[in-house]
């Protein structure tokens, strides 16, 4: 390394230097990793309390470097709520995947949301129960084919797939909610601004924040790492529309 | 000078990395790494192409890729 040599990307402190056991190309990787560069951005680390959920995230405690709850299946946003209420100083982070957060856990975030509990939240959304083999989840696509709907899902059948941050952004309690993804480098620059907007809502004790980021399952998708990739453009994006729908720090400024 | 060093025992494959690239610079090596992934890699012939523009890193899910960017000189003999 020459002396004028400058390190420009390296990995963030809150983040442990050890490899995770994610699939190739899992983007759980990058949604766990912005988290990790904005807690050392924004000097969290040290007073941040993380409760992780049930699906491939679960180890998540193993990769931050901030002590951790591991909370029943769907429970994150119960947990979460008791963690900030005992300790109100600590910056509470939930993380959880789509079958975590909105079928089992759908009641949990629901209300959490409205009490406007002062957590912020990590959506991540792959359209399946990754860590159980690929089944069918509220945010599955119809037509797409997972372990429980090997003909495609079926809207007539089993409903249309659920849109969580629109909802979240409809309750009283949410400060901000938006939708990501992280599936270019335009985007990820995107995803980690808003994240932000998610985290320091909960600083200004202004609400609830929720950040929903569109990620790929490639081994549960059947596709390599480029191909997943691909999908989040043509088939979740025109699905799941990226975008902020509830900001308040956005109506107290106009 | 800009270039990228693969951390190719945390390298997992998957290739991210070659889309983001502008330049166009990384690809598959003939590597595999201990847990069996075939990493990627920028030739060393084409590494004075990288711009330090840190794309891959941000796309990789595996925090694989350290980025080192060297500031222009401002007319100042560097050779000494
Ligand atoms: C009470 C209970 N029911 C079911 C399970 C089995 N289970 C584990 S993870 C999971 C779904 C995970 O999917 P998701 O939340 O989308 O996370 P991903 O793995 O896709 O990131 C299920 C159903 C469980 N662990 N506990
Ligand atoms: S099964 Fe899917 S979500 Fe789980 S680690 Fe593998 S790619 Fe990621
Ligand atoms: S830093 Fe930019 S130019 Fe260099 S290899 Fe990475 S993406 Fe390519
Ligand atoms: S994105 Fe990361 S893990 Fe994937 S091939 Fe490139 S360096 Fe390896
Ligand atoms: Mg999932």
Redesign the interface.
Known sequence: ??E????????ADA?VDV??H?????????AQ?LAGELLTEMGLTENTLLVTSIGCSVFLYNYLNVDSVEAPHGRAPAVATGVKRARSDKFVLSYQGDGDLASIGMAEIMHCANRGENVSIIFVNNTVYGMTGGQMAPTTLVGQKTTTSPAGRNASKEGLPIRMSEIIGQLGGTAYSARVAVN??KN??KAKKAMKKAFEVQQKELGFGFIEVLATC?TNWRMD??KA?ERIENELIPYFPLGVHKDVTAEVED | MSRVKFLE??C?????CT??CPKEIIRQSDRFNQ?G?KVAEVPAEDMDKCT?C??C???????A???????K?KGAA?ND
């Open positions: 390394m020459s004028q040599e400058k390190l420009v990307f390296d990995r983040l490899p995770t994610y699939c190739p190309g899992c983007q759980h990787g990058v990793r270019n480098v990820i620059r490639p790492a480029l990739n | 025992e945390r997992k494959g998957c290739l991210l889309v983001a847990h992934y330090g840190t794309s890193a941000l796309m990789c899910p595996d925090i890729i350290r980025v080192y960017r060297t500031p000189s560097k």
